[in-house]
């Protein structure tokens, strides 16, 4: 049997992510076993130049870029991604083969003196290399300074317990897949920072004409996380938003319903567009159109679709 070549990140959480991918697949699929599985690891633009803000080196599909390049190439059979960090426009050659169920898609507060946003003071600066978090926070403590900041987790988190920084906001999901969620002083809630499309989602990722490989995900694949993906990722390919745009959008079942909400925030930052819609689940793509495009109605002229 030809081996099936894993490709991903060489961070710690994208290997963790792999790892979990990795686990799925065998528990899911019978026939394989671990030997009949290879990890590739794969530097991408984002991980290269993490000095620079994403919007200067060419957007968030630099943490994809190699890797999918490779999978069109036939040098790994698999990608694996944060949902997050992926463009609402696919690549016609590659597919989501499947969606992992989602982990805890809130942001969360971390700080070695304080232990919450509303603690610090004038001045005091947070560490954050999201401009809807940015935005967000002003919303909740207009005193503070936030400064961009790239890198992995522990390196963001050694910039903050360094005196770099008075806190850093992350992604739930990536601490808790580290086993650092002692970490955590705080969780926003969703009204107050509505997480990036796709937050919390690991997405499989194969070639769109690898009918094996696409089998094989097909058995992992999340159906809840699934909807709630192609709701938020229509909403946001709508939108036509790019890695400075800010906005937030989060999907979840109910009742065999979807409900989508979502936050655009204008181009300036000074005003921000609030939608929530609710369907049918198997209707998850037109809910996250609709949404899109109330949103860009409400916002007129003060955002510019790009």
Do not use: W
């Not at 997050?84 to 597919?95: G, W």
């Not at 709701?231 to 079942?253: N, P, Y």
Request: charged share 30%; with cysteine.
């Amino acid at each position: 049997m030809k081996k099936i070549i894993i490709g991903a990140r060489g961070s710690k959480l994208s290997l963790a992510y792999v790892d979990k991918v990795k686990y799925t697949i065998l528990q899911k699929n019978q026939n394989l076993n671990e030997k009949d599985i290879i990890v590739q690891t794969i530097k991408t633009s984002g991980d290269i130049f993490h000095d620079k803000k994403l919007s200067e080196i060419g957007g968030k599909n630099l943490f994809c870029k190699e890797i999918e390049e490779s999978l069109i190439q036939k040098n790994i059979d698999i990608a694996i991604h944060s949902l997050k960090d992926m463009e609402s426009q696919e690549n016609i050659n590659l597919v989501i083969g499947a969606y992992i169920k989602r982990n805890d898609p809130r942001d969360a507060f971390i700080s070695s003196k304080y232990k919450s946003l509303e603690d610090l003071k004038e001045g005091m600066v947070i560490g954050s290399s999201s401009k809807r978090r940015e935005l967000q926070l002003k919303k909740i403590n207009k005193n503070i300074l936030v400064k961009n900041i790239r890198g992995n987790i522990d390196t963001r988190i050694k910039k903050m317990e360094n005196g770099e920084l008075d806190a850093v906001i992350l992604a739930a999901a990536g601490i808790k897949s580290l086993g650092l969620e002692n970490k955590i002083k705080k969780f926003f809630s969703i009204n107050e920072m509505l997480p990036a499309v796709g937050q919390g989602i690991i997405a499989v990722q194969c070639r769109s004409n690898d009918s094996y490989i696409k089998n094989i995900l097909n058995n992992i694949n999340d159906s809840q996380a699934s909807f709630c993906a192609t709701a938020e990722r229509s909403m946001l390919k709508k939108i036509g938003g790019d890695c400075d745009t800010a906005v937030g959008g989060l999907a979840h079942l109910e009742n065999e319903k979807i409900k989508l909400k979502a936050q655009l925030f204008s181009d300036d930052g000074n005003f921000f567009f609030n939608y929530e819609l609710i369907g049918a689940y198997n209707e998850a793509n037109e809910i996250g159109r609709k949404t899109g495009e109330e949103l860009l109605k409400l916002a007129g002229d003060k955002f510019k679709k790009k």
